[in-house]
C-alpha cells in the first residue's frame, strides 16, 4: 500500500507512538510513574535508530541547506511557538489530562533523565514528526507519489487536515494546531523541511528548559 519511502516517514512515527500505548498500558496495569520514566530513553533509542536506518530515504534532509535568513526566521518562528504554547491553555483548549514527566526522584532532579528528554524532544523529535507530518502526510494528501510534489503545491485540504490531526495529537490541542500551522507554513515558504524541524526543535527545546525552571511537569 505504501511505497518505502512513505513507509521510512510512517515508521518512526508509529514507534514513537507505540511506545506511548505502552507506557499507557503499564500505567493502567499498576507500574508506577518512576519506572514509566524510563521507558523514555528506550523510546527515542528506538525512533533514532529507526531514522539513522532509513536516512538515505530522506532526500530532503541529506541535500538540503538553510541560508541564514531562513534559519533566523526558523528560529525565531520556533520562539513564538513557544511563547504561544504556554499561554493557550484555556479548559477548552485542552484534551484530558496530562501526567507529564516528572524527572524528581525523592525530590531532587534527575539529570540524565532531564538531559535525554530535552535532548530527544528538541533533537530526535523534530525530525520524526516533521518527515511524517509534513514530509510525508502533507504532500501525500496532495498526490500518492509524495516525493514528487513540492512543498509550496500544498492544497488548503492537505493543510487543514495536517493542522488539525497534528493539534488533537497533543494533550493541548489548540496550541498543537497553532504549532502545526506554522511549521506547514515555513515548509511550503522555506521549501526545504529543515526550516520546520529546525523551528521545531527550537520550541521543543525551550520548552524543556522553561519546564525544568519552573517546574510546571504537566507541559512534558
Known amino acids: 500500500m505504501f511505497s ?4 521510512a516517514r510512517i515508521l518512526p512515527f508509529l514507534a514513537y507512538l507505540g ?3 505502552v507506557a499507557d498500558m503499564l500505567e493502567r496495569a499498576g507500574v508506577g510513574a518512576a519506572a514509566l520514566r524510563w521507558l523514555y530513553p528506550l523510546k527515542i ?3 533514532a535508530g529507526l531514522l539513522l ?3 538515505r530515504q530522506y532526500g530532503e534532509l541529506r541535500g538540503a541547506r538553510l541560508t541564514a535568513r531562513a534559519a533566523a526566521v526558523a528560529g525565531l518562528a520556533g520562539v513564538v511557538v513557544l511563547l504561544l504554547w504556554i499561554r493557550l491553555d484555556a479548559g477548552w483548549m485542552v484534551i484530558g489530562q496530562s501526567a507529564g ?3 524528581r526522584s525523592d525530590g531532587r532532579i534527575v539529570w540524565p533523565l532531564v538531559l535525554v528528554r530535552i535532548a530527544g524532544a528538541a533533537l530526535v523529535v523534530p525530525v520524526m514528526e516533521e518527515l511524517f507530518w509534513r514530509s510525508f502526510l502533507m504532500r501525500w494528501i496532495v498526490a500518492e507519489d509524495f516525493e514528487n510534489v513540492a512543498p509550496a503545491q500544498m492544497k488548503l485540504k492537505s493543510f487543514v487536515v495536517t493542522v488539525i490531526l497534528f493539534g488533537v495529537e497533543h494533550n493541548l490541542w489548540f496550541a498543537g494546531m497553532v504549532a502545526g500551522a506554522v511549521y506547514a507554513l515555513l515548509y511550503a515558504r522555506s521549501g526545504t523541511l529543515w526550516s520546520a524541524v529546525l523551528a521545531h526543535g527550537v520550541t521543543n527545546g525551550l520548552l524543556g528548559l522553561w519546564i ?3 517546574a510546571n511537569w504537566t507541559y512534558w
Open 4 to 7: 518505502r519511502a512513505a513507509l
Open 53 to 55: 536506518l532509513f536516512w
Open 101 to 103: 514527566f516528572d524527572p
Open 45 to 47: 533509542a528506538v525512533v
Open 19 to 21: 511506545f506511548i500505548f
Open 212 to 214: 525544568i525552571s519552573t
